[in-house]
């Protein structure tokens, strides 16, 4: 599926407005403004197994379908704004004794596992479930696990063939021959949106008295309403999701 970025002033960057990319965390600000963490997992998760299952398994589940779109475009931006990040020297965000994550090597591990159980009884520490120690103290270690794995342009030609195949009745698996490729990148987008919360606790939620947002910028995407790009909008045309 060939990429278009005819409607964009800086190529290779699909969703990202102005302020965006000189300030990539009003994407984490954003995101926390529109919607739920644990409830964008669970959507993240059906996103894949849709893209990977045929008909009769689309059928048992209720699912609206026209918020595939949104999580294709929230993942994008989130890899967008990963890739800026990695990009610029100059945002730190790694953790120092005292910040509300900073995890002691080792403090929630035994014998080698992550003991996700008690991390799940801490307010702060439930929502990241798979991410190491080292990776809390220092998302960027998880924006090179991402960029090693594949670049950034062909994480949005994968994001886009696994909406496509979300919307439709044919396995992607069946048509792409990457069916191995589900996992590894359903997990590397899982520990992508737990950083969005380390992130959040860092440098947004707790700088009292200092917000990231300006005031007068409006959310696109607090009720679903904006409109991705061509590409997009003419797969889920495609599909009927939009009446006529």
Not at 33 to 62: M, V
Not at 205 to 227: M, S
Request: glycine share 4%; aromatic share 12%.
């Amino acid at each position: 599926m060939r990429r278009r970025y005819d409607m964009l002033a800086v190529p290779g960057f699909r969703y990202l407005e102005d302020e965006e990319l000189e300030n990539p965390l009003l994407v984490v600000e954003e995101f926390f403004e529109a919607t739920d963490l644990e409830l964008f997992r669970q959507e993240l998760r059906l996103f894949f197994a849709l893209a990977f299952s045929n008909k009769g398994y689309k059928t048992g589940k209720l699912y609206e379908p026209a918020r595939q779109a949104t999580i294709h475009q929230r993942i994008t931006r989130f890899l967008e704004m990963a890739w800026l990040i990695l990009s610029n020297d100059r945002i730190d965000l790694s953790m120092k004794a005292g910040d509300p994550l900073f995890q002691v090597s080792g403090m929630w591990r035994r014998k080698g596992f992550i003991e996700v159980g008690k991390r799940m009884k801490d307010d702060k520490m439930k929502y990241c479930r798979v991410l190491e120690d080292e990776e809390i103290n220092n998302v960027k270690l998880v924006f090179e696990q991402l960029f090693q794995y594949q670049s950034l342009a062909a994480w949005q030609d994968e994001l886009d063939m696994l909406l496509f195949y979300s919307l439709g009745d044919t396995p992607m698996s069946d048509e792409c021959e990457n069916g191995q490729v589900s996992y590894p990148m359903h997990e590397l987008l899982e520990r992508l949106l737990e950083t969005v919360h380390v992130m959040y606790e860092l440098r947004i939620k707790g700088d009292e008295g200092w917000k990231v947002l300006p005031i007068d910028v409006e959310f696109q995407n607090k009720d679903y309403r904006f409109f991705p790009p061509h590409l997009i909008m003419s797969i889920v045309q495609q599909h009927g999701l939009i009446p006529v």
